[in-house]
């Protein structure tokens, strides 16, 4: 049975604008206590608003496949925010596309084809699943199950957008729960970021964007070189506040604040007390790469 709908913009409606100097973005502070990433019992379902449309996201089993997040929802409330980011027309690689919620909202945005990728078996059907709940046409969806790190695309994309699991790694508390693959990454937390990185040639065509939900607890400033090494520009969206997600990890609160604490001594991990921010950051390609174009 479905527990009652949840609002997921409930939380980016409430939100307090204030100027962050640093990167000339928006920030967004999102108040202690408003549930996304902190769920005591996590929803099964909940609505939406996406550039002119109201969309629906449910999932059969929040422990399989992990219902929206704050921390996710923050880059579809940027791309809310900043209407002028192009999403008609595109082709998408969602990469970790868990129950489907950036597929959909592209889809419904225009988006010419989305092909969503995670590593997840059970993604594909919750992803499908709500692509169909909300009218959108299916056959401009592909659902891939792989590893990034293996993932061979027929072609670059005009856009990839990702929000990667951002939190150290602990034999403690890491499982293969969904909510555990989908939130740790590795000992520092950059795991798939630096999948993301390593792979953003194979994936990005000439002139198109790499759109990232990145977390300060993994080091920002290190992507941001790593591609700007390699000619991407970058323009931050939107910055958003949050609370770290410690109510998922209850029982093994102070080992997570211990390894990130240990990050954060070392220069690659920032927040304060338990709150820390996501940075909705585009990542540009050049247009001329001095290689032959591909198309998808």
Excluded at 65 to 80: K, R, Y
Excluded at 109 to 117: E, I
Excluded at 157 to 165: E, G, S
Excluded at 185 to 196: E, H, K, N, Q
Aim: charged letters at 20%; proline letters at 5%.
């Amino acid at each position: 049975m479905l527990r009652k709908p949840a609002s997921l913009t409930k939380g980016l409606e409430s939100m307090t604008a204030v100027a962050d100097v640093r990167t000339q973005a928006r920030r967004r502070v999102l108040p202690a206590g408003v549930t996304g990433s902190l769920w005591s019992a996590r929803p099964t379902c909940g609505d939406y608003e996406f550039r002119g449309s109201t969309l629906r996201i449910e999932v059969t089993d929040p422990e399989e496949v992990l219902f929206p997040t704050d921390c996710g929802l923050s880059l579809l409330g940027a791309l809310q925010t900043d209407t002028t980011f192009e999403l008609a027309n595109k082709t998408v690689l969602d990469v970790g596309a868990g129950s489907g919620v950036y597929t959909v909202a592209l889809l419904a945005a225009g988006a010419a084809h989305v092909t969503a990728l995670d590593v997840n078996t059970a993604s594909a059907a919750a992803t499908r699943a709500n692509v169909l709940r909300n009218g959108l046409d299916a056959d401009r969806l592909t659902c891939v199950t792989s590893d990034l790190a293996e993932y061979a695309p027929t072609g670059r994309f005009d856009l990839v957008v990702t929000n990667p699991p951002h939190l150290p790694h602990d034999p403690s508390y890491t499982t293969a729960e969904g909510l555990e693959v989908a939130l740790v990454a590795g000992r520092d937390g950059r795991s798939l970021y630096d999948v993301v990185v390593a792979r953003a040639d194979d994936l990005v065509a000439p002139g198109g964007t790499l759109l990232v939900a990145h977390s300060s607890l993994a080091d920002v400033g290190r992507t941001t070189r790593e591609l700007g090494n390699r000619g991407y520009t970058a323009r931050t969206l939107e910055v958003y506040e949050m609370d770290i997600p410690l109510l998922a990890y209850a029982e093994h609160k102070q080992t997570l604040l211990g390894h990130l604490e240990r990050l954060r001594d070392s220069g690659s991990a920032t927040f304060e007390g338990d709150r820390f921010t996501v940075h909705a950051v585009a990542f540009q390609r050049p247009a001329t790469t001095g290689e032959p174009e591909e198309t998808r």
